[in-house]
């Protein structure tokens, strides 16, 4: 990016051997680039939650293969969706039977723009697949995040958690009709707004209920010209989403620049990171929203979240 304020270099990361990793939307953009520096710095093993295979025989061929050649031995691909709780729930399980050990958790995997107002287990969809998802895995690996203390939660969020201006309901969650009455467009970009205000909640939130040694924290990866910025065109067009694709390319940060935050959330100082906090690029912290610093807020999303999760895989097993 243009002058971009710079707090770690990605290229000085400690060694990572005998350490694991799991990331979800692993396969692409930032998330691929997390998984290559994992990988340049001899991680044991990452497994990557994602919902296109393809893509990470992509990623496998021109982005991990190049960078360490003989290490890509090392990254597993899971087919999960994260607004599919129940394959969560059973992805989850498995993984906490199988792993004996992870440092590392990154909730990455997001649903952008998305101008198709649908729910998910009965949440709306871009929330489900951005907050309700990841909520449900962390459950389920927290045991295995505190019998490996020091271990890292790394949460990726965005700036536009600051188009939410006040307080939504939680029954606006689980309605069937949009939020709000401005249009798809607008629509689109709120709900997503939302779902990355409640990714910081959520944070906030795991640094009240994780004991000291799991360091949870979410970061805003910058304006990285991937293939989720895309979704610009659903609000100003093709033609100008295709202008804010070439701008975001002159003028926003790499994809090495909006994986750097991440991986300093992951090996930086644990005193100098803190736990529950936002950063932005490159592992700048950073003030949010109002809302999103109100901790009785933040609580209040973890009990609904955790209501909600029980309640949708409870009618599951009813076949309902």
Request: with cysteine; hydrophobic share 40%.
């Amino acid at each position: 990016g243009i002058l971009p304020s710079t707090n770690f270099n990605i290229h000085t990361c400690p060694s990572l051997s005998g350490k694991t990793a799991v990331i979800t939307g692993g396969s692409d953009g930032i998330g691929a680039d997390i998984v290559k520096h994992l990988l340049l710095n001899d991680i044991a093993q990452v497994l990557v939650l994602a919902r296109n295979e393809s893509k990470f025989q992509n990623s496998l061929t021109n982005v991990w293969q190049p960078a360490a050649p003989d290490r890509t031995d090392r990254v597993r691909f899971i087919a999960c969706d994260t607004a599919d709780l129940a394959a969560i729930d059973r992805i989850g399980k498995e993984i906490l039977s199988t792993l004996t050990r992870l440092d590392f958790l990154f909730l990455n995997a997001a649903r952008s723009f998305d101008p198709d107002y649908r729910l998910s287990y009965g949440v709306e969809i871009t929330f489900a697949t951005n907050h309700m998802g990841h909520f449900h895995l962390t459950q389920l690996l927290t045991p295995l995040l505190v019998a490996s203390a020091p271990s890292r939660v790394v949460v990726t969020s965005s700036s536009l958690h600051m188009v939410v201006a006040s307080k939504f309901g939680f029954d606006e969650l689980v309605s069937p009709t949009p939020p709000t009455s401005r249009g798809p467009a607008w629509d689109s970009w709120y709900r997503y707004g939302r779902s990355k205000l409640a990714n910081i909640l959520f944070t906030r939130a795991l640094a009240q209920h994780l004991p000291e040694g799991v360091v949870p924290n979410s970061f805003f990866p910058g304006s990285v010209p991937t293939e989720a910025s895309a979704g610009w065109k659903y609000l100003i067009g093709e033609f100008g989403g295709s202008m804010v694709t070439v701008l975001l390319k002159l003028m926003g940060q790499t994809l090495e620049q909006g994986a750097a935050t991440a991986m300093y959330l992951a090996v930086g100082d644990a005193e100098e990171v803190g736990r529950g906090n936002y950063f932005v690029p490159v592992a700048v912290k950073e003030e949010t929203s109002l809302l999103a610093a109100d901790k009785e807020w933040a609580e209040e999303l973890w009990m609904w979240s955790a209501e909600t999760v029980e309640r949708a895989l409870s009618s599951e097993d009813k076949g309902e």
